[in-house]
């Protein structure tokens, strides 16, 4: 069981990259230590800051930095960054086209013990809405690592949401390709797609090996990048498969379910069903509790499977 957060894995990635380039900046808001940024706090204090709990001043701060020819990449939790500074987001960071790289750490129901207070179950909703930002969800290590390599080659504006602690490995290691705005195929299949990010992405994969065993082929998608989204890939996945079902750790409105509805309705109609966390306060517990009490398990996506295929 792999035990390194994908938090730990951006630290680790930024020190690498900052090896070779001293444009790279770091900035917290109180929260060097449940980013895993005090490692490089320490190797590159230079290039770090500490704004404290401010997540407004950090954004601009972070976008006058780029302005300059910096490389800002600021670590804050997802509920707060997304939600608190949506306004400088908007025109700090997306309106004036600055290249600074939101990270929302502990996204999701990273913290579900503490409650709506601290679900971020809107930010891809809100943020895919502003346009001229890119929003990402990496499926695990070797994803993240993948993806902040190819951000550092990106020169636009991007919010990345990862979770807290660590997750199974969905790839074997990092023998890949990686685009921003490309899906990557996992698993093939012809009866029924399961289009997964983030967090849900092993759950889909284990799900397809699971209906592959009652001869049921299911196509994977992991969807690491929600916007600008892979059309070509939905749409392939829309004509040759018999039915499209998203899997995602945010509100069933406004996040890959409805970006991927919003491709498929208007370009190739077919059976969708979207599984997402319902329209109300979620429970509080751990993410697997949460996951469990609204059928973000495999199972749950075997179940929607059968049914879609019975229709």
């Known amino acids: 069981m792999n035990k390194i957060s994908n938090r730990q894995v951006i630290c680790d990635t930024l020190m690498e990259l900052s090896k070779e380039d001293k444009n790279i900046m770091v900035l917290t808001c109180d929260s060097r230590g449940s980013a895993s940024m005090g490692e490089f706090a320490k190797q590159y204090p230079e290039q770090f800051v500490e704004v404290g709990i401010a997540e407004q001043d950090c954004v601009g701060i ?5 302005t300059c020819g910096k490389k800002p990449y600021v670590a ?7 939600m608190r500074s949506v306004e400088q987001i908007k025109v700090d960071i997306a309106y004036s086209k600055t290249n600074v790289k939101l990270i929302g750490i502990s996204g999701g129901v990273s913290y579900g013990a503490l409650g709506m207070t601290h679900h ?5 909703a809100v943020i895919r809405a502003i346009p001229g930002i890119a929003v990402l969800l990496p499926a695990d290590r070797f994803e993240t ?5 190819a951000l550092q080659e990106y020169n636009k504006p991007a919010y990345i949401r990862i979770g807290r602690n660590p997750v199974e490995d969905v790839y074997e290691n990092e023998d890949f390709e990686f685009e921003i705005g490309k899906a990557n195929i996992l698993h093939e299949g012809n009866d029924i797609t399961i289009i997964a990010t983030g967090e849900t992405v092993k759950i889909a994969l284990d799900a397809s090996k699971r209906l592959e065993d009652i001869g049921v082929t299911c196509r994977v998608l992991s969807m690491h990048t929600i916007k600008p989204i892979d059309e070509e ?3 392939k996945a829309a004509k040759e498969t018999k039915a499209i079902i998203t899997v995602e750790e945010h509100s069933i409105y406004g996040g890959l379910g409805a970006a991927v509805s919003e491709v498929v309705c208007q370009n190739e109609p077919t059976k969708m069903k979207i599984v997402a966390i319902p329209d109300e306060a979620p429970i509080t517990g751990n993410s697997k509790e949460v996951f469990d009490y609204y059928g973000l ?4 996506l075997i179940k929607i499977a059968k049914e879609l295929l019975e229709k």
């Open 76 to 82: 804050s939790p997802a509920c707060f960054l997304s």
């Open 120 to 124: 971020s179950l809107q930010d891809i």
């Open 297 to 300: 398990t495999a199972d749950n």
């Open 62 to 66: 972070a976008a006058g930095l780029a």
């Open 233 to 235: 890939v939905i749409l």
């Open 145 to 149: 690592k993948k993806m902040i390599k």
